[in-house]
């Protein structure tokens, strides 16, 4: 029997692509979807913070577009920003610094120019340093991702900023500096979003292709030697196969009968959780704009998007729908505290009645650190599992910064993987 634990995209994608072969999925919550769920209160339809969708693939294209959700998907083109000195800048901060003060601008691109040449960079710190100059480090790289990994930059290594963060040319920082905009960089410079309801609509229609979804099970223990499963409500299954889209950590820490070992790699493993608050308001919020960063230290959030400006169905006509995103040092950090700022600086920044509805959540597993301590654990106990005949996979059960693409795929191929019995 094969066991799939967690429906999110990736468990859904497995279970999709197991097609015939006999399986069962098991979600702890009482819907499926993970990340992907969007919750819609008055009429306001709120994403667990922005989802958009990047298809590269084309299979994966073929499957979502033509498959799954033909006609429901709109493709869209980035209108994103950065608030920095008061002013904002188009997307990406690297390569477009016009608008800034000139001795902000003069010192990113001369920092650009004389960048350190640092052989085989290590650290976050130094790849950031040696790619952008002094300049561009300081004023949005540092900042920016301080706050968002709370964790030093010279403890973060730089795997994840390969597909991540865009790298301009000298030309194109130039161009940036006096004004010329460069639209298409970056990993999303279009994307494709449901006309309505929210991006649930993705998880949704892969689960109405599910033969065996059982929600409300969440899986409390598992027993690597006998291959069993126990949940929450006292239920248990076995497995020749168990494929896991749990946070890796949780994972590691819920083996039975596994050597220690496990558990000292599950504590080792870094994570943050983020406060996410929606809120409905009525008239509308920077303009046209899709989302801004802030990477600015006095500003508790690092990004604030409107999703209505997306896609107006999530709003009732004449109001918009906002997503604000603040790292959180513990899931458990007090947010009504983070909540009271953010709203104080939204209303310095346009803000001006009370929201229609606010609806705050913590993603508790929000982004995995890429530390040094990842760079080997993640590999050593993925394969340790796998000697157990446990795929671990998908954004948190492989402990990496992914999206959603990438989280179809991993569900496919672990479904090639869990049928090679
Ligand atoms: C703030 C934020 C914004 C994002 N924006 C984008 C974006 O714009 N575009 C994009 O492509 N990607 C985006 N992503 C990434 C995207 O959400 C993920 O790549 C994708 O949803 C991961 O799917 P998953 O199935 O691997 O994980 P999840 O969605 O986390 O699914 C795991 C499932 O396991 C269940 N589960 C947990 N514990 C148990 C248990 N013990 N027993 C049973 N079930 C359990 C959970 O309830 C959940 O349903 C974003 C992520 C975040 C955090």
């Known amino acids: 029997m094969i066991i799939i634990l967690g429906a999110g995209l990736t468990g859904l994608s497995c279970a999709y692509h197991l097609g015939d072969t006999s399986y069962r999925l098991?979600?702890?919550?009482?819907?499926?979807?993970?990340?992907?769920?969007?919750?819609?209160?008055?009429?306001?339809?709120?994403?667990r913070t922005g989802h958009l969708l990047h298809l590269r693939d084309p299979s994966c294209q073929k499957l979502v577009f033509e498959e799954l959700l033909p006609g429901v998907f709109k493709k869209h083109s980035r209108r994103a920003f950065i608030h920095s000195h008061g002013?904002?800048?188009?997307?990406?901060?690297?390569?477009?610094?016009?608008?800034?003060?000139?001795?902000?601008?003069?010192?990113?691109?001369?920092?650009?120019?004389?960048?350190p040449q640092i052989k085989n960079p290590d650290t976050f710190q130094e790849w950031a340093l040696t790619t952008f100059g002094e300049g561009i480090y300081r004023y949005f790289m540092?900042?920016?991702n301080e706050k968002l990994w709370r964790v030093p930059l010279e403890s973060l290594t730089h795997e994840w900023c390969s597909w991540s963060i865009p790298r301009p040319?000298?030309?194109?920082?130039?161009?940036?500096?006096?004004?010329?905009?460069?639209?298409?960089?970056?990993?999303?410079?279009?994307?494709?979003?449901?006309?309505?309801?929210?991006?649930?609509?993705?998880?949704?229609?892969?689960?109405?292709?599910?033969?065996?979804?059982e929600t409300n099970h969440r899986a409390v223990k598992i027993d690597v030697l006998r291959r069993r499963v126990l949940f929450d409500n006292g239920r248990e299954e076995s497995y020749d196969r168990l494929v896991s889209s749990l946070p890796l950590d949780e994972l590691l820490m819920m083996a039975e009968n596994s050597p220690d070992e496990w558990?000292?790699?599950?504590?080792?493993?870094?994570?943050?959780?983020?406060?996410?608050?929606?809120?409905?308001?009525?008239?509308?919020?920077?303009?046209?704009?899709?989302?801004v960063y802030f990477p600015e230290r006095s500003f508790p959030f690092y990004r604030v998007g409107v999703a209505s400006n997306i896609e107006s169905t999530l709003a009732p006509p004449g109001c918009s729908n906002l997503y604000i995103e603040a790292s959180l040092a513990h899931p458990d950090s007090?947010?009504?505290?983070?909540?009271?700022?953010?709203?104080?600086?939204?209303?310095?920044?346009?803000?001006?009645?009370d929201p229609i509805v606010e609806h705050c959540f913590v993603i508790p597993c929000a982004y995995v650190v890429y530390d040094h301590f990842r760079r080997e654990a993640v590999p050593a106990a993925?394969?340790?599992?796998?000697?157990?005949?446990?795929?671990?996979?998908?954004?948190?059960?492989?402990?990496?910064?992914?999206?959603?693409?990438?989280?179809?795929?991993?569900?496919?191929?672990?479904a090639a993987w869990a049928k090679e019995t």
């Not at 904002?88 to 004389?114: D, K, N, W």
């Not at 000292?264 to 870094?270: E, Y």
């Not at 505290?337 to 920044?349: G, I, R």
């Open 26 to 47: 098991f979600e702890a919550e009482q819907r499926p979807g993970g990340l992907c769920r969007s919750d819609t209160i008055n009429g306001f339809t709120f994403d």
């Open 87 to 115: 002013t904002m800048t188009p997307y990406p901060f690297q390569a477009h610094t016009y608008g800034l003060p000139r001795a902000v601008v003069r010192e990113c691109v001369l920092g650009y120019i004389r960048a």
């Open 142 to 144: 540092q900042p920016y």
């Open 169 to 213: 040319s000298l030309e194109e920082i130039i161009d940036g500096a006096i004004g010329i905009v460069h639209r298409n960089m970056g990993y999303n410079p279009v994307f494709w979003y449901p006309r309505k309801y929210g991006i649930e609509v993705l998880p949704a229609a892969f689960a109405r292709k599910c033969r065996h979804l």
């Open 263 to 291: 558990k000292v790699i599950a504590r080792g493993l870094k994570r943050i959780s983020i406060l996410a608050i929606s809120l409905g308001i009525k008239g509308c919020f920077f303009g046209r704009k899709h989302w």
């Open 334 to 353: 007090d947010r009504e505290s983070v909540l009271h700022q953010c709203l104080t600086l939204l209303a310095a920044l346009g803000l001006k009645e």
């Open 382 to 414: 993925l394969t340790k599992l796998m000697k157990h005949g446990i795929l671990s996979t998908g954004r948190y059960g492989g402990w990496k910064y992914s999206y959603m693409e990438q989280a179809i795929l991993d569900g496919r191929e672990a």
